[in-house]
Structures are given as C-alpha cells and as structure tokens.
C-alpha cells in the first residue's frame, strides 16, 4: 500500500470553485486508475470521479457538469476541479489508486490511498 497525498482543499462560498491536486508516487501511475472519493460525516465513502490510464473518466451522477477529474503523467499528479460548488458538497475527499488500467466499479479494489482533505462549502 502507498500513501498518496492530496492538497488543495479549504472554505469557499456556494457557487465557488476548488481544485484538488494528488501526488502520485511515480511514473508507474500512468498505467493505473486514479479516482477521487469523499465522506461526509455520518455517511459511507462514496466515489465522485475516476479516470482510467487511456484517459476514460466517470462520475458520480451528483457532480457531472461541475466537477472534472484529470492526469498528468509528466507530473505523477491527478486533479479535481470542482466548479458551481453547494453546501452538500462539503465532504472529507480523498485520492486514490486501483493498481490497473481500468477502473473499478467499486472503492474496494483501490488499494492506494491519501490522507484526506477537507473541502466545505458554505451557503
């Protein structure tokens, strides 16, 4: 298991925008699927946006059309730019890592994972 880390995370008002950046380790990375995951207080880690190793990327229905999931190899760095933020929004998120190309449709085959960073939206 490797420790990613994320930062970017902090306050902002309703309507505002955030973007997450996660290191990855290195280069072997680039042939692996990376997501982003967050939890709320009281609630279950739920998956918010994957992108494959080919560039594919998913999202949770909640964030489609405000949030946007990237990589770039040459950096061992994925993002999340997170735009029209709501107060539902407001959630620990974490990076992670699922050691193959394609991603999982679930969190328990990411076997690599960061800290956390807190993101809260206020109305």
């Known amino acids: 298991q490797v420790q990613l880390v994320e930062s970017g995370g902090g306050s902002v008002q309703s309507g505002g925008s955030v973007r997450l950046s996660c290191a990855v380790p290195g280069y072997t990375y680039s042939n692996y699927c990376l997501g982003w995951f967050r939890q709320a207080p009281g609630r279950e880690r739920e998956v918010v946006a994957t992108?494959?190793?080919?560039?594919?990327?998913r999202y949770a229905d909640s964030v489609k059309g405000r949030f946007t999931i990237s990589r770039d190899n040459a950096k061992n760095t994925q993002y999340l730019q997170m735009n029209s933020l709501k107060p539902e929004d407001t959630a620990m998120y974490y990076c992670?890592?699922?050691?193959?190309?394609?991603?999982?449709?679930?969190?328990?085959?990411?076997?690599?994972w960061g800290q956390g960073t807190q993101v809260t939206v206020s109305s």
């Open positions: 992670a890592a699922a050691r193959r190309a394609w991603c999982p449709p679930g969190k328990a085959d990411f076997t690599d």
């Open positions: 992108i494959e190793a080919y560039g594919h990327t």
